[in-house]
């Protein structure tokens, strides 16, 4: 370790200098723009990405904490907030606000759920959420930041929750049941419908988790594609998060949480009215709240339109469904379950075929894959691009599993050793993995 710790230079170094280093270091970064990648990034091409950054320009220093100070961001956050519900067939009465992600829209929800169980004095003890093992691992955070237990029931062949399982779990300290549109591992749709009915019998929450999927699939449903219900038509379904900065196409920092009412939505509010600085209001977990991706969420619903959001279905889906089949076509590889939409993930059905070692053979043609383990996979979230590369990913894939399988040394090598180990950690025995990740984390942050 040098003596000399990193600090601010003491002289301020010119404009240019500063953001010739910041170009240059971009360097090795992931080329999201050729579309080579399947997460991450969501790119509708160089013309809408250049509308965005200018509407996040626009409001680039204004904050969202106090919209009455800005009305252009109370305005446009209420307008989204609005739209979405719209897009989600909520009624008049469905109300939300915007926040920051998809993490920060479930951790909303499990707040208010729990805010709203101590409101209305449900159970004495713990409480706690059931889900499926494939929700997504915001809930885990939520939860384990506000002290709820997540109990996680398992998936049935399709991929989607097994629905008595999820019920059995069930006590009088269950608060919620989280289901998703779809999921992330799989992509999905859980039986929303009967998950909603049970819920709403208990008099429970029901929250539909559409941050991947809930600027796609009414889409892909108005396209004409088998998509079970999912949204607030559904009887019982109490909330829903849904990123714009992930199929909105919006700028990064951008997300929907929506309850069937103002009521419920007043669970998640905080006030501090006791300040010496004034009497501090805040709808989310965030203070500052950055103008610019409220205003580019809004802008990039406007932009797109209902026509320009039916033709990224509709490309997505295309290269979706071309990817499928092409995958289901190489022996030994399968889609997991049954996806509808454009997320999905793959697996090897054969021993001689490492499903990370063709990963790894991918990745050396230039694609991105992130890897998957219950079972051992690789995950895809298909975008518009994606139609212009299928070719190439067939051509890709078939040679990558042909390599894969004339050298079996293959799937000891490279991440596919590292995955092939962390697949291998049996259930409920995470901790080393636990500590391991982490200590990867510690990693990250020296200089
Ligand atoms: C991305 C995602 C989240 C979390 O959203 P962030 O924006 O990454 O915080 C939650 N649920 C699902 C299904 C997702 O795909």
């Known amino acids: 370790m040098s003596d000399e710790l990193l600090s601010i230079p003491a002289a301020g170094r010119t404009h240019d200098e500063v953001l010739a280093d910041v170009e240059a270091a971009r360097h090795d970064d992931a080329d999201w723009q050729g579309g080579r990648t399947f997460s991450l990034v969501y790119y509708a091409g160089p013309e809408h990405t250049a509308f965005l950054k200018k509407a996040h320009n626009a ?12 009305q252009s961001l109370r305005r446009f956050e209420a307008e989204v907030v609005r739209m979405t519900a719209t897009m989600l067939n909520g009624d008049a009465d469905v109300a939300g606000t915007m926040t920051s992600g998809g993490s920060e ?9 729990r805010t709203w169980a101590r409101a209305t004095g449900r159970g004495g003890g713990v409480p706690n959420i059931v889900a499926s093992v494939t929700v997504h691992p915001a809930f885990d955070k939520a939860c384990n930041y506000f002290d709820v237990e997540l109990r996680k029931a398992p ?11 999820l019920k059995a779990l069930a006590d009088e300290n269950t608060i919620a049941a989280v289901v998703s549109a779809p999921n992330y591992p799989n992509g999905v749709i859980d039986d929303v419908t009967a998950v909603g009915a049970w819920a709403a019998s208990r008099e429970i929450g029901c929250h539909v988790d559409g ?3 809930g600027f796609i699939l009414p889409w892909v449903e108005a396209l004409g594609h088998d998509i079970r219900p999912f949204d607030f038509r ?12 992930k199929y909105g196409f919006a700028a990064k920092g951008a997300s929907v949480i929506l309850y069937k009412d103002a009521d419920l939505r007043r669970h998640q509010f905080f006030a501090a009215t006791g300040w010496p600085g004034g009497i501090y209001v805040s709808p989310t977990a965030a203070g500052t709240r950055p103008g610019g991706s409220i205003a580019a969420a809004w802008a990039a619903m406007q932009a797109m339109g209902r026509d320009g959001y039916l033709e990224i279905a509709r490309k997505s889906m295309a290269a979706a469904e071309r990817f499928r089949a092409d995958i289901n076509a190489v022996e030994g590889l399968a889609i997991v379950g049954e996806p509808k939409a454009t997320v999905h993930s793959w697996e090897s059905t ?42 190439d990913f067939r051509d890709d894939l078939t040679a990558a599993a042909d390599e894969v399988r004339g050298d079996p040394s293959k799937s000891t090598q490279g991440q596919a050793a590292m995955y092939g180990l962390m697949a291998a950690v049996p259930e409920g025995d995470e901790a080393e993995t636990e500590a391991f990740v982490k200590q990867i984390l510690d990693g990250l942050y020296i200089v």
Request: charged share 20%.
């Open 211 to 213: 941050c991947l999927g």
């Open 155 to 165: 998936t049935v062949a399709s991929g989607e929750v097994d629905v008595e399982a």
């Open 105 to 113: 829209s479930i951790m909303m929800a499990v707040k208010t759920y």
């Open 350 to 391: 054969s021993d001689d075929l490492d499903v990370y070692a063709v990963a790894d053979a991918l990745e050396a043609k230039g694609w991105h894959l992130n890897r998957q383990i219950r079972p051992s996979s690789v995950h895809a979230i298909v975008g518009p691009r994606h139609l212009d590369l299928v070719d």
């Open 59 to 70: 409001l680039f220093s204004e904050n969202g904490l106090n919209p009455l100070a800005f």
């Open 234 to 245: 559904v009887e019982g379904v109490t909330s829903m998060s849904a990123d714009v900065h």
